[in-house]
């Protein structure tokens, strides 16, 4: 336990006893319901944005979240998704925990899925235990609605969750707003006024407005789909497409081409990458045209939305005494090692996302280098609210490391399996200098990323690197099924011999 919390939680005391004391003197009848305002304010409200599929790369096109949250928050520089794929990383988000303790290990059954989460004890629910009004809107865990589009998860008191598969359109999708189905449009007509990420702007603002006047404190999550691809779309301009206001904003955009873009010599690489044709022309221009542009252009309006919610905080007076957290469930590949598209792979473009806080306790301005998970967003948010939660976090609060200019060393794993249906999987390690991966097919790779930030050259069989590679083994063997402190552990791994 860090010394943040222990002051948090005794100054909390302070207030409540004072406030006691201001209504212990005052006249029957003149002190409000509830907690005094004073007491309240120890206790942040929370907004989480979780968009989807958006890599780092795209983050510098988001003024709103650059000037309303990074400028005034803390952007944590490197963060990563422990397994890179929606519905895996949205029930670490909901846990704390990696996806080897949660067991939701993939999108569909048998091995993952809305069904595989273990909803009774997740973070709305343990935010409710400790006096928060609660709210989701949007993209829930994959499936979700498609047994049952009238169930509402535990844990949330106002439910405006999008239904399996409508939720991979951004018109015509299907909402469950407290119990009562809700179609908003149809697919292929693009009413600018029903466009997904609007409606659920304009929902996550009403929530505000309605919940700030109350003594509660409030969690809410709001999840757009973008820039995830839309379902169903047959040769369209853009995938997905933006609001129609932003269609064409962003045409300059050019695919960006690091040196890991169409890799030549992929001969240090496992066979699935390989195996890869190289991009030609005409799959460049897709993927410059349709894909990047439609889901930079989509960002733009969460890129307002962002603006609304912020805005909303103000007006109502409840943005200092909010955490606000900006992030995404996965990263995106486009190009690099040959791969065009999708996630769910080793890489960095698919392992690390934007996480940008605002609020309480994260200075402005500021740049966190320790490595940050996505096991770490519950107990941030819960250290943040001064709630315990139901099951053993395997994650850390951010809180503590804020003020730390040197980053902290801590390994990460990366993994994405066992799969029962006898596709390849891997698991792994992120290290501050280092990332290590053991693939189910026995292949291996490892790279320096201090010398080889683009991930060029794996150095698995490199006779310099034996040392390292065996060091990593080892760290791997500790920590792939780890939970709560004991995957906290970690000793730092010899460099190479020059
Ligand atoms: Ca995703
Ligand atoms: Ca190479």
New binding site residues.
């Given amino acids: 336990m860090s010394a943040r919390p222990r002051l948090h939680r005794f100054v909390t005391i302070l207030l409540v006893l004072a406030g006691i004391a201001a209504l212990t003197v005052s006249t029957a009848g003149a002190a409000p319901a509830g907690r005094p305002a004073s007491v309240r304010a120890a206790q942040p409200n929370v907004v989480v944005i979780m968009v989807?599929?958006m890599n780092v790369f795209a983050l510098q096109y988001l003024n709103n979240v650059r000037s309303l949250l990074a400028e005034p928050g803390t952007t944590f520089d490197n963060s990563v998704v422990s397994y890179s794929?929606?519905c895996p990383?949205r029930a670490t988000f909901l846990t704390g925990q990696y996806a080897h303790n949660h067991g939701v290990l993939d999108n569909a059954p048998p091995d993952g899925g809305y069904e595989k989460l273990p909803a009774a004890e997740t973070l709305p629910v343990w935010l409710s235990r400790a006096g928060y009004d609660t709210g989701h809107v949007g993209k829930f865990l994959n499936r979700y609605g498609r047994a049952d589009p009238t169930e509402i998860p535990p844990g949330w008191a106002e439910w405006y969750g999008s239904v399996d598969p409508s939720t991979y359109r951004m018109w015509g999708y299907t909402l469950n707003e407290n119990g009562v189905l809700r179609t908003y449009g149809t697919p292929d007509v693009e009413d600018p006024a029903l466009y997904q990420t609007d409606v659920y702007a304009r929902k996550a603002v009403d929530f505000i407005q309605r919940k700030a006047p109350a003594d509660k404190p409030f969690f809410l999550s709001f999840a757009p789909l973008a820039p995830?691809g839309e379902g169903g779309l047959e040769s369209p301009q853009r995938n997905p497409r933006p609001a129609p206001r932003h269609l064409g904003a962003l045409d300059d955009v050019t695919l960006p081409k690091p040196p890991s873009f169409d890799e030549a010599d992929v001969s240090d690489k496992p066979a699935a990458v390989r195996n890869r044709p190289r991009i030609g022309p005409a799959a460049e221009q897709r993927m410059q045209n349709v894909t990047l542009k439609g889901r930079l252009e989509s960002l733009l309006a969460v890129d307002e939305a962002v603006a609304d919610i912020v805005g909303a905080l103000r007006e109502s007076g409840e943005l200092d005494g909010t955490l606000i957290v900006f992030t995404?469930?996965?990263g995106w590949m486009q190009g690099e090692h040959r791969i065009r598209s999708g996630?769910v792979v080793p890489y960095e473009e698919s392992i690390r996302v934007p996480l940008i806080m605002r609020g309480p306790g994260l200075p402005a301005g500021r740049h966190v280098k320790t490595i940050a998970a996505n096991i770490d967003l519950a107990p941030t948010i819960l250290d943040a609210a001064d709630a315990p939660a139901g099951v053993v976090l395997d994650g850390r609060s951010l809180l503590p490391i804020v003020d730390d200019t040197t980053a902290i060393a801590r390994g990460i794993v990366i993994e994405n399996g066992p799969k029962t249906n006898g596709s390849n999987w891997y698991v792994g390690l992120r290290a501050a200098r280092w990332k290590y991966i053991e693939h189910s097919t026995g292949e291996l790779e490892l790279y320096d990323l201090q010398r080889d930030p683009y991930e060029l050259t794996s150095v698995h069989a490199d006779p310099r690197y034996a040392g390292t590679r065996q060091a990593l083994a080892q760290r791997l063997a500790q920590l792939r099924a780890c939970a709560g402190a004991a995957c906290h552990r970690w000793t730092p791994v010899p460099a190479p011999r020059p």
Avoid: A, R, V
């Fill in positions: 989807d599929d794929l929606c990383s995830h995404s469930d996965n996630k």
